[in-house]
């Protein structure tokens, strides 16, 4: 298992853009698929991104397709969450998360997750 750490939120505009990052601590970090979800207020939290270890699959959300972009580099043992054209629903407390398994999509196939960092999108 790692540990992670997400942090880069804020408060921005709509139509603004902000960087996620996650880093991990740990063994084994390049060989584990990475995810960010999103939990908005009252909601339950939702996937937003995932990408293999290699970066080769990557999937997304429909609602954040086009605005987000999830990339790895695992000599730094880092996951970004690039989020562009954002909207007042986009405001959630995102989380990164890591999963031994290929295809990982829902909360169940995480294993670790971060502490979470807010997003804010104002109109």
């Known amino acids: 298992q790692v540990q992670l750490v997400d942090s880069g939120g804020g408060l921005v505009q709509a139509g603004g853009s902000l960087r996620l990052s996650c880093a991990a601590s740990g063994r084994g970090f390049s060989r584990y698929t990475m995810g960010w979800f999103r939990q908005a207020p009252g909601k339950e939290r939702d996937f937003v991104a995932a990408t293999s270890w290699n970066v080769a699959d990557t999937y997304y959300a429909d609602s954040v397709k086009g605005r987000f972009t999830i990339s790895r580099d695992n000599a730094k043992n880092m996951v970004y969450l690039q989020m562009t054209s954002l909207k007042p629903e986009d405001t959630a407390v995102y989380y990164c998360?890591?999963?031994?398994?290929?295809?990982?999509?829902?909360?169940?196939?995480?294993?670790?997750w971060g502490q979470g960092t807010q997003v804010t999108v104002s109109s």
């Open positions: 998360a890591s999963s031994s398994a290929i295809y990982a999509r829902t909360i169940r196939d995480f294993g670790s």
